[in-house]
């Protein structure tokens, strides 16, 4: 079986400290000077649920911004294990590569100035410190984010995560809100949400290949929360997906923006990137051993399940019933 095409990590242009040149070694993968360089904390974005940390990352006279999420910083869930968050950041990342797709920024777990966390490359322009999504004061103590209610995102409040208001498009264009019932040419329906009172209007996102394989990357490693805050393009095109704390759970947690295809066939490349994953898990593997430090033999089994669930019946999925479909907020 042929390996699948690797789509190259992007280009980034970090502001780089004096000295140093942005963008990893030439020659040298990405999760290498994530892994290896000296993290340097630049601040904390704001109105995150668990300790986010800014960063660069310098090795050999090359720097990328980062982002760095501490397991000291992560806030206990009532559903999965305290301090393993990290971990399943780590383990999505390793799924998206073996499907070919390059839908998870490279993600690495290693030591830093808080302890043990998950170190990823930052995708966008840095943070200007000026909003609730901006990177602010200094290298905050994660553990204060952590006990601190103001910095979790507001579950009332529907427009939390909402970068661009509450009408109008979305999350660089994927997503909408429209009026009415009918959801348009180019566009998927989600459901209805009520954006202010007594009035009502129809949440889409685009019927875009790019969307559709993060939909069947959020069903194999079942996704408890996929927002529209937590998709990110770049100019060149790509798509990115981040925040993939809370997966790969053996119970089905789909919670996702991503059902405009439920029930529908599963386009072809996504059948032969199952199969691909589905190979390369098979035994104990190098792609096997991996995840197994990083989740749990019962996850493990589990994912190896929902993919042979995915290829045996050829569709998406669609929701269960339960557990709510939709995350709150879902932008």
Not at 7 to 30: E, K, L, M, R
Not at 48 to 53: I, K, T
Not at 161 to 175: E, F, K, Q, T
Request: net charge negative; proline share 11%.
């Amino acid at each position: 079986m042929s390996a699948p095409e690797r789509i190259p990590p992007p280009a980034v242009t970090p502001g780089p400290a004096a000295g140093a040149s942005s963008g990893p070694p030439p020659g040298a993968p990405v999760t290498e000077l994530l892994a290896r360089g000296e993290l340097t904390v630049r601040g904390r974005l704001a109105g995150a649920s668990n300790a986010v940390l800014y960063c660069t990352v310098a090795h050999a006279g090359h720097e990328v911004p980062c982002v760095y999420k501490p397991v000291r910083g992560e806030r206990p869930l009532w559903d999965f294990p305290d301090g393993d968050l990290a971990r399943r950041e780590v383990a999505a990342y390793e799924v998206s590569e073996a499907l070919g797709w390059g839908l998870v920024p490279p993600t690495v777990l290693r030591d830093g100035p808080y302890g043990e966390g998950m170190c990823q490359l930052w995708i966008g322009p840095a943070p200007d410190g000026s909003g609730e999504d901006g990177a602010s004061g200094g290298p905050d103590d994660p553990d204060a984010a952590a006990d601190d209610p103001a910095a979790a995102d507001d579950p009332d409040d529907p427009a939390a995560d909402d970068p661009d208001g509450p009408d109008g498009s979305l999350a660089g264009g994927l997503l909408a809100l429209v009026p009415g019932e009918e959801a348009g040419e180019g566009w998927r329906p989600i459901g209805l949400v009520e954006v202010e009172e007594d009035r009502t209007a129809l949440l889409v996102h685009a019927d875009d290949a790019r969307l559709r394989r993060l939909a069947v990357l959020d069903a194999v490693i079942n996704n408890a929360d996929r927002k529209g805050g937590h998709l990110l393009t770049t100019p060149d095109g790509r798509l990115y997906g981040i925040d993939h704390g809370v997966t790969f759970h053996t119970d089905d947690k789909l919670r996702t923006l991503l059902w405009g295809w439920a029930g529908e066939r599963l386009p072809a490349e996504a059948v032969a990137g199952l199969r691909r994953l589905s190979a390369a898990l098979a035994g104990d593997g190098p792609l096997a051993a991996r995840l197994a430090a990083l989740i749990t033999p019962a996850e493990l089994d589990a994912l190896r399940k929902r993919i042979g669930d995915l290829i045996g019946t050829g569709r998406h999925p669609v929701p269960g019933g339960d557990w709510p479909a939709i995350p709150w907020p879902p932008v």
